[in-house]
């Protein structure tokens, strides 16, 4: 499976931006998926998540205000992520990633990884 995350810039506090990730590969509509972000001197954090019937998952810090969705067509796969009242801490390259099977909030357990976008929110 193959990722292409796009999307990222920088934008105020409080303000908003999508993010988008295109997968392509045999059976990747089954596949679950999910954004990470790695801030500088982080550990990589699970940001949010929705398996291949479209049920979604989220990190503590962004629920409520992050929204994940996904379009599945044959072989590809169009993964999205609207990030609203953006604040500061969520600065960090944000990562799409997917697997086969159920999905998971630990990064250790997806095989397939995007190139990461910035995102850059000031104050």
């Avoid at 193959?2 to 089954?30: D, E, I, N, Y």
């Avoid at 409520?64 to 609207?82: W, Y």
Wanted: aromatic share 10%.
């Amino acid at each position: 499976v193959q990722l292409q995350a796009s999307g990222g810039g920088l934008v105020q506090a409080g303000g908003s931006l999508r993010l988008s990730c295109a997968a392509s590969g045999r059976t990747v509509s089954r596949y679950s998926m999910a954004w990470f972000r790695q801030a500088p001197g982080k550990e990589r954090e699970f940001v949010s998540g929705i398996n291949w019937v479209g049920s979604p998952h989220y990190a503590d810090s962004v629920k409520g205000r992050f929204t994940i969705s996904r379009g599945n067509a044959e072989n590809t796969v169009s993964l999205q992520m609207k990030m609203n009242s953006l604040k500061p801490e969520d600065t960090a390259v944000y990562y799409c990633a997917a697997r086969q099977g159920q999905m998971y909030t630990a990064g250790a357990r997806y095989n397939s990884w995007g190139q990461g976008t910035q995102v850059t929110v000031s104050s």
